[in-house]
């Protein structure tokens, strides 16, 4: 299924004219990796954003967009836990594990709690 970056790539190339072996060319990558990374089967590398940018001369509202649907399609997050202890890293990977089953409520309150405390900041 494409993400929403997989979705703004193929607007791009229409846009351009490009097939999407065009774009792969561009991002020094082959196609099918290309389109693993739009269907969501890997991550979008680090450096595409700014390859993207530059290839297309993304204006500051398309940065914006292209960074929001690059968030939007991550499968993976990656979080340094080289300042935590191992009580705080328990608890945050307690966390992680559980919130895909929590119920709406639960995940609202949490919500609430951590803007509370940005709030405070």
Same mark, same amino acid.
């Given at each position: 299924m494409l993400t929403q !970056?997989?979705?703004?790539?193929?607007?791009?190339?229409?846009?351009?004219? $490009?097939?999407?072996?065009?774009? *792969?060319?561009?991002? $020094?990558?082959?196609?099918?990796?290309?389109?693993?990374?739009?269907?969501?089967?890997?991550?979008?590398?680090?450096?595409?954003?700014?390859?993207?940018?530059?290839?297309? $001369? +993304?204006?500051?509202?398309?940065?914006? $967009? +292209?960074?929001?649907?690059?968030?939007?399609?991550?499968?993976?997050?990656?979080?340094?836990?080289?300042?935590? =202890?191992?009580?705080?890293?328990?608890?945050?990977?307690?966390? *992680?594990?559980? !919130?895909?089953?929590?119920?709406?409520? =639960?995940? =609202?309150?949490?919500?609430?709690? +951590? +803007?509370?405390?940005?709030?405070?900041?």
């Amino acid at each position: 299924m494409l993400t929403q !970056f997989g979705k703004f790539c193929r607007k791009l190339r229409i846009d351009n004219g $490009e097939l999407l072996k065009d774009m *792969a060319n561009k991002l $020094e990558v082959t196609s099918s990796y290309l389109s693993a990374v739009e269907n969501g089967k890997r991550n979008v590398p680090q450096e595409w954003p700014t390859k993207i940018i530059d290839f297309y $001369e +993304l204006d500051q509202e398309q940065q914006q $967009e +292209l960074q929001k649907v690059i968030q939007e399609s991550k499968k993976e997050l990656r979080i340094d836990f080289s300042n935590y =202890d191992n009580e705080d890293k328990q608890v945050l990977m307690a966390l *992680a594990r559980e !919130f895909k089953d929590m119920d709406q409520v =639960d995940k =609202d309150t949490i919500k609430s709690i +951590l +803007l509370s405390l940005k709030n405070k900041e």
